[in-house]
């Protein structure tokens, strides 16, 4: 099993920047793909990036179109950490963010809920106009 903690959300202004960093911890060796989902008020919870763990593609990254060029996902080995930089927010982000642990590889469909099997509590960011 495997625990996962996020951390770093918070409130910001439009244009404004925050980064989310999630901590796992237990068995973590299974793990293939970490991603970081969302889910804003009244909808879906929803894929936002992903990056492979097991050295398959160790620069490709995922992003769903609405946050490509605006958020940037990295890992810290040393750390067993991955993070979500997020720049441009703007109100449309405002979301419970997620991060999520998944045995299947980024490259089978990351944005899929139940390709996940750990999750996070959530780290709530908002962003006012």
């Known amino acids: 099993q495997v625990q996962l903690v996020e951390s770093g959300g918070g409130s910001v202004q439009a244009g404004g920047s925050l980064t989310l960093s999630c901590v796992s911890s237990?068995?973590?060796?299974?793990?293939?793909?970490m991603g970081w989902f969302r889910q804003r008020p009244g909808k879906e919870r929803e894929g936002v990036a992903a990056?492979?763990?097991?050295?398959?593609?160790?620069?490709?990254?995922y992003y769903d179109d609405s946050v490509k060029a605006r958020f940037n996902i990295s890992q810290d080995n040393s750390e067993n950490s991955v993070s979500l930089q997020m720049t441009s927010l703007n109100p449309e982000d405002t979301a419970m963010y997620y991060c999520?642990?998944?045995?299947?590889?980024?490259?089978?469909?990351?944005?899929?809920?139940?390709?996940?099997?750990?999750w996070g509590r959530g780290a709530q960011v908002t962003v006012s106009s």
């Open positions: 999520a642990a998944s045995t299947s590889r980024c490259s089978d469909a990351w944005y899929l809920k139940f390709r996940y099997g750990s």
């Open positions: 237990g068995y973590t060796r299974d793990t293939k793909c």
């Open positions: 990056i492979p763990t097991d050295g398959s593609s160790k620069y490709y990254t």
